[in-house]
């Protein structure tokens, strides 16, 4: 039996849905060319704790044409891209009932790393989270993976990964872990029923 699964947030406990930029660009007719950018640059930076979003947002917004405050943006943006999978939330209960810690492990800024805790309550729901902001690398950085590694007192080879995105399971493969790629509830059901 694992001592331990790690699961994505977006695309694994979170619905898999349509990226926010292109929910924003068509609910608000602005151009994906102009929204693009952020996510591609600055973006990218925040995840990894380097820089605060609300730093860096307030030029885009003016020319994504948003009209109220930045924290009404990211409030926006948490709250129509964030959908709990409510199966997969139940499953993470059943294992953990199990024996069997349950993690969450993502690429997230700060502001949404915070409402996941907070606001989704995730972290009563999980035996901890792991963000990619707190720890400075992304999961498709073996470093990420150390340090949960530490943090845990785990071996690689005691921890189950789901993952929807396949360059983090390579690495996480490559790790030693036993790391299957998310394509839908099925992946959970060859897990025990019982400990073995």
């Known amino acids: 039996m694992s001592k331990a ?5 977006d695309g694994v406990v979170l619905k898999k849905q349509s990226y926010f930029s292109e929910v924003y660009s068509k609910e608000y007719n602005v ?3 102009k929204i693009i950018p952020f996510f591609r640059n600055e973006f990218l930076d925040c995840q990894l704790g380097k820089i605060d979003i609300k730093e860096v947002l307030p030029k885009y917004l003016k020319e994504w044409g948003w009209q109220k405050s930045v924290d009404d943006f990211l409030q926006y943006w948490f709250e129509s891209s964030t959908i709990v999978d409510k199966e997969v939330e139940n499953k993470v209960q059943e294992i953990r ?20 805790r907070k606001n989704l309550y995730f972290e009563k729901k999980f035996d901890g989270c792991f963000f990619s902001c707190e720890i400075g690398y992304s999961k498709s950085s073996p470093e990420f993976f150390k340090v949960v590694f530490k943090q845990l007192e785990l071996n690689p ?40």
């Open 5 to 9: 699964l790690l699961l994505d947030a």
């Open 157 to 196: 080879s005691d921890i189950i990964f789901l993952d929807d995105e396949e360059k983090n399971i390579v690495v996480a493969e490559q790790l030693g872990i036993k790391a299957t790629l998310y394509t839908g509830f099925l992946n959970f059901s060859f897990w025990p029923k019982h400990n073995d």
């Open 31 to 33: 151009s994906l060319e």
């Open 97 to 116: 009932a199990l024996g069997t810690k349950c993690y969450l492990v993502t690429d997230q800024e700060k502001y949404r790393a915070e409402y996941l």
